[in-house]
Structures are given as structure tokens and as C-alpha cells.
């Protein structure tokens, strides 16, 4: 198979050094350049026709989201990996970049002379992201990042609903934000059953995403924390560096934080979120897998499915990367595989047909500025 052509796109000679030693070292991958800035890159891609660009956030002149933009407008379909600092400012530009196209990100140390831990973070984030999305298929990436396919599911295939639902929980990684963008601000402010979820970021990133997702939504979108009752009407996404699961409390349901080892080399994991799922709410839960590189989830999807829960996925044609969902739906557990367009529209559909929350009695809630109930911690 042909190696993956990389463009390299940073400001600072050490980082396009790093990387391209880093990148090259992996079989499979090929640097065939690097640039300084956003005007030489596109002269470069024109040049050389990479299958992927790794983009620095934050470049003089011509700045990281100028550069996507214009990549954009001439190369719609050229997979880019933004390369930012875990800064608030540099995550609030990275999830800028996210809404205007960019394909994936991946964190980088603060100061450039950490040489190591840039290269471990290369190693351990960028390599895995550069092959998945690199590659012309996602499914002929290596084995780690693509399920093992048997034959392809059916798409579009609804089965009758004959329990309620008490719960959606969804699992998302590459693509994720645009994907939650698309599903959640789609949502009524009257959706019946709480929404909890699991989207592969560091910390910091979590929060702004929430924040963002909750301005542009009727429903309200918070990051979670230890000790939240679950609520009709809200979303829960999992902070980022920590697993996220829920735990009955009485007649509640509250959300419960720890950092035990990452489980498919993520923390958060949608694989330890849905596994607390199924144990609390068994047959009431519908899970959704959305886009995402790898396979994390379809253990979780297997516990639900197997508490005689629901389970839902993505189709491949809409999704960044059709690694978590794929692998569900490979293995046998979704009983529907849909274009992104129309997961919201399922969703409403699920949870108002004999949708009840879990607890008949509802926390204090007190309205916020926006017109949303916002949840009280008790």
C-alpha cells in the first residue's frame, strides 16, 4: 500500500523537525514537506499533493484558521490535523477550527524545548490519526484503529421500540464535535430522558465544547461532574482525562468521575460509560455510536444490548472516521445504522415513545438567563 504523504505546517523549526522525524520513523507514513506558514502551505499542497496536512493553531501572518479556510475552499476533501497547544486559548481555536472543517486534533507541550514529551505525544496521538484519516479507507487502517470487518450492515433498518427509554448515552471520538453540532442543537428543549456522553478530548477542551454546544442547543449541555442527579432536558459530557459513569442513588441517578486507567487507550472511555449504563439501566438505555477512530464502545455496546438495552450507529458515508461505529455495527449489535441527518430525529422518535425519566420526581432546578433549567447539585 502507497504511504501516507504528509505536508508539515508550523511556525517553530524545532516542532516541523520533531515531527517530521517522528512521522517518518513510521512505516507507512511519508513527510514530504514541511512550511512556515500559511502561503507556502498552499503553494506546497499544490506542489505536492499530500493526503494529510498537520496544521499549527497559532501561526504569525496568515494564522492556522486563515490557512484551513483557504485549504478548505480549494481542497474539501484533504484530511488536516490541527496541532495546538492545551491552552484555553489554543482550545478555543482548535474547536473554532473544528466547526470550519478540520478533521482531527492533537495537543503539543506548551514550550517547544520539551522535545521528548512532543514526541511521545506524536507517538501515542498524531501517528494513530495521521493513519486513520490518511489513509483512503478508513477501514484498511491497522487493526488498532479499524474493526475487523465482516460483511458490511444493512443501513436504514428500524426495528419497533417496545420498551421505553430512560437514557441516551453516546460515544464519539474523530469527527465527534461537528457530528454532536449536527444531533444535539437538533434536540427539543422537551426532550424527555437525560443525555449522557463520551467525546475523546483533553481537558479543557471538554468544557469549551460543552459551553459552545450549550449556546448554539434548547436543551442545556454542561460538563459533567461528580454528583450531578441526572435530568430530562440536559446533556452530561464526560471532562476530559476522566472516565464518567452513573450510579443510583435512591431513586436517582447521579453521575460519578474517577480516573482509573484508560480502557482502550482513552480517558475518557465510551466503553466504561456505557458499561455503568447497562448495569443502571438495563433494558431503558439507547446508545449511539457516532463517528470515531478505533473501537471504544463496542464492549460497552455489547453490555447494553446484551441488558436487552438499544443500540445505534452512525453510517459510514457520514462519519469522519467509520472505526467506533463500525465496529459496533460489525459485530451484530445495531439494530439501526443511519446517516448523521437523521440520528436526531431517531432519537426524538425513541425517547418519546413511552420515554419516562428514571426518577418521577424532579431535583430543583431555577432558570437560567438563556430560558434553560439549569441543575442543582443536592
Given at each position: 500500500m502507497a504511504s501516507i504523504r504528509v505536508l508539515v505546517v508550523d511556525d517553530s523549526v524545532v516542532i516541523r523537525k520533531v515531527l517530521t522525524e517522528a512521522l517518518t520513523s513510521e512505516p507507512g507514513i511519508e513527510v514530504v514537506g514541511g512550511a512556515a506558514d500559511g502561503n507556502i502551505a498552499l503553494s506546497k499542497i499544490e506542489l505536492l499533493k499530500p493526503n494529510l496536512v498537520t496544521l499549527d493553531v497559532e501561526m504569525p501572518g496568515m494564522s492556522g484558521l486563515e490557512t484551513l479556510v483557504a485549504i478548505r475552499k480549494i481542497h474539501p476533501g484533504l484530511p488536516i490535523i490541527m496541532f495546538s497547544t492545551l491552552t484555553e486559548r489554543g482550545a478555543a481555536t482548535t474547536l473554532e477550527a473544528l466547526s470550519l472543517g478540520a478533521s482531527d486534533c492533537v495537543t503539543k507541550p506548551q514550550?517547544?524545548?520539551?522535545?521528548?514529551?512532543?514526541?511521545?505525544?506524536?507517538?501515542?496521538?498524531?501517528i494513530p490519526k495521521v493513519k486513520a484519516l490518511g489513509s483512503k479507507n478508513a477501514l484498511s487502517a491497522p487493526a488498532d484503529l479499524a474493526p475487523r470487518h465482516l460483511p458490511k450492515p444493512s443501513t436504514n433498518r428500524r426495528i419497533a421500540v417496545p420498551s421505553r427509554v430512560d437514557v441516551v448515552a453516546i460515544g464519539t471520538s474523530t469527527?465527534?464535535?461537528?457530528?454532536?453540532?449536527?444531533?444535539?442543537?437538533?434536540?427539543?428543549?422537551?426532550?424527555?430522558?437525560?443525555?449522557?456522553?463520551?467525546?475523546?478530548?483533553?481537558?479543557?477542551?471538554?468544557r469549551l465544547l460543552a459551553e459552545r454546544l450549550d449556546k448554539q442547543s434548547s436543551i442545556a449541555v454542561h460538563e459533567g461532574a461528580d454528583g450531578q442527579v441526572l435530568m430530562p432536558g440536559h446533556v452530561w459530557i464526560a471532562p476530559g482525562d476522566f472516565h464518567m459513569t452513573v450510579q443510583r442513588d435512591g431513586t436517582r441517578v447521579r453521575l460519578v468521575m474517577n480516573?482509573?486507567?484508560?480502557?482502550?487507550?482513552?480517558?475518557?472511555?465510551?466503553?466504561?460509560?456505557?458499561?455503568?449504563?447497562?448495569?443502571?439501566?438495563g433494558a431503558n438505555a439507547l446508545a449511539v455510536?457516532?463517528?470515531?477512530?478505533?473501537?471504544?464502545?463496542?464492549?460497552?455496546?455489547?453490555?447494553?444490548?446484551?441488558?436487552?438495552?438499544?443500540?445505534?450507529?452512525?453510517?459510514?458515508a457520514t462519519s469522519v472516521v467509520w472505526g467506533m461505529p463500525g465496529a459496533v455495527a460489525a459485530a451484530g449489535l445495531a439494530e439501526a445504522t443511519l446517516p448523521l441527518a437523521e440520528i436526531a430525529g431517531e432519537l426524538e422518535r425513541r425517547a418519546s415513545r413511552l420515554g419516562q425519566p428514571l426518577d418521577p420526581g424532579r431535583p430543583?432546578?431555577?432558570?437560567?438567563?438563556?430560558?434553560?433549567?439549569?441543575?442543582h447539585v443536592d
Amino acid at each position: 500500500m502507497a504511504s501516507i504523504r504528509v505536508l508539515v505546517v508550523d511556525d517553530s523549526v524545532v516542532i516541523r523537525k520533531v515531527l517530521t522525524e517522528a512521522l517518518t520513523s513510521e512505516p507507512g507514513i511519508e513527510v514530504v514537506g514541511g512550511a512556515a506558514d500559511g502561503n507556502i502551505a498552499l503553494s506546497k499542497i499544490e506542489l505536492l499533493k499530500p493526503n494529510l496536512v498537520t496544521l499549527d493553531v497559532e501561526m504569525p501572518g496568515m494564522s492556522g484558521l486563515e490557512t484551513l479556510v483557504a485549504i478548505r475552499k480549494i481542497h474539501p476533501g484533504l484530511p488536516i490535523i490541527m496541532f495546538s497547544t492545551l491552552t484555553e486559548r489554543g482550545a478555543a481555536t482548535t474547536l473554532e477550527a473544528l466547526s470550519l472543517g478540520a478533521s482531527d486534533c492533537v495537543t503539543k507541550p506548551q514550550s517547544s524545548a520539551n522535545v521528548e514529551e512532543t514526541r511521545g505525544r506524536i507517538r501515542s496521538d498524531l501517528i494513530p490519526k495521521v493513519k486513520a484519516l490518511g489513509s483512503k479507507n478508513a477501514l484498511s487502517a491497522p487493526a488498532d484503529l479499524a474493526p475487523r470487518h465482516l460483511p458490511k450492515p444493512s443501513t436504514n433498518r428500524r426495528i419497533a421500540v417496545p420498551s421505553r427509554v430512560d437514557v441516551v448515552a453516546i460515544g464519539t471520538s474523530t469527527g465527534g464535535p461537528n457530528a454532536l453540532a449536527a444531533v444535539l442543537p437538533s434536540l427539543a428543549k422537551t426532550f424527555p430522558v437525560p443525555i449522557v456522553l463520551v467525546q475523546h478530548m483533553p481537558p479543557l477542551f471538554t468544557r469549551l465544547l460543552a459551553e459552545r454546544l450549550d449556546k448554539q442547543s434548547s436543551i442545556a449541555v454542561h460538563e459533567g461532574a461528580d454528583g450531578q442527579v441526572l435530568m430530562p432536558g440536559h446533556v452530561w459530557i464526560a471532562p476530559g482525562d476522566f472516565h464518567m459513569t452513573v450510579q443510583r442513588d435512591g431513586t436517582r441517578v447521579r453521575l460519578v468521575m474517577n480516573q482509573n486507567p484508560p480502557q482502550n487507550s482513552c480517558r475518557p472511555s465510551v466503553d466504561v460509560l456505557f458499561e455503568s449504563v447497562a448495569a443502571v439501566y438495563g433494558a431503558n438505555a439507547l446508545a449511539v455510536v457516532l463517528t470515531g477512530m478505533g473501537s471504544d464502545g463496542q464492549r460497552g455496546a455489547d453490555l447494553i444490548h446484551s441488558a436487552g438495552g438499544r443500540v445505534i450507529v452512525q453510517d459510514e458515508a457520514t462519519s469522519v472516521v467509520w472505526g467506533m461505529p463500525g465496529a459496533v455495527a460489525a459485530a451484530g449489535l445495531a439494530e439501526a445504522t443511519l446517516p448523521l441527518a437523521e440520528i436526531a430525529g431517531e432519537l426524538e422518535r425513541r425517547a418519546s415513545r413511552l420515554g419516562q425519566p428514571l426518577d418521577p420526581g424532579r431535583p430543583a432546578v431555577a432558570s437560567s438567563p438563556t430560558g434553560k433549567e439549569r441543575h442543582h447539585v443536592d
